[in-house]
C-alpha cells in the first residue's frame, strides 16, 4: 500500500507564489511518476504537471512558464513551485504517483486559493 500526503496550500494574492510538497510512504514505493491535479468547484478534475522518475516533465498549457515540478527520488518527494498565481488557479490540488506496477496512487487534497 502507498500514501500521499500532500502540504503547502493556502491562500495567496494574485501574483504570490506557494510551493506544495507530496510525500510517497509505504512499503510498496516504487515510483514510476508523480504529478498534481487539480479539481476548481464545478469543474472536472484537471492535470496541472507530471514528471517522471527519470525528471521528464509535462505541464498543462495554463501553468506553463509559472510553475515548476520537481522529484526527489530519494526522499520520495514531489514539489510544485508556483508562481505567479491567478484566480484561475484556484482549486483543490491533487498528488498521485503511478508505481512501477502501474498502479495509481492519490493524495487527499490540498487548497490552493488566490484572491484578487
Known amino acids: 500500500q502507498v500514501q500521499l500526503v500532500e502540504s503547502g496550500g493556502g491562500l495567496v494574492q494574485t501574483g504570490g507564489s506557494l510551493r506544495l510538497s507530496c510525500v510517497a510512504s509505504?512499503?510498496?514505493?516504487?515510483?514510476?511518476?508523480m504529478g498534481w491535479y487539480r479539481q476548481a468547484p464545478g469543474k472536472q478534475r484537471e492535470l496541472v504537471a507530471t514528471?517522471?522518475?527519470?525528471?521528464?516533465?509535462n505541464y498543462a498549457d495554463s501553468v506553463k512558464g509559472r510553475f515548476t515540478i520537481s522529484i526527489d527520488n530519494a526522499r520520495k518527494v514531489v514539489y510544485l513551485q508556483m508562481d505567479s498565481l491567478i484566480s484561475e488557479d484556484t482549486a483543490v490540488y491533487y498528488c498521485?504517483?503511478?508505481?512501477?506496477?502501474?498502479?495509481?496512487?492519490w493524495g487527499q487534497g490540498t487548497q490552493v486559493s488566490v484572491s484578487s
Open positions: 498521485s504517483s503511478v508505481m512501477l506496477n502501474g498502479i495509481r496512487y
Open positions: 514528471i517522471t522518475n527519470s525528471a521528464s516533465t
Open positions: 509505504g512499503s510498496e514505493v516504487r515510483i514510476a511518476g
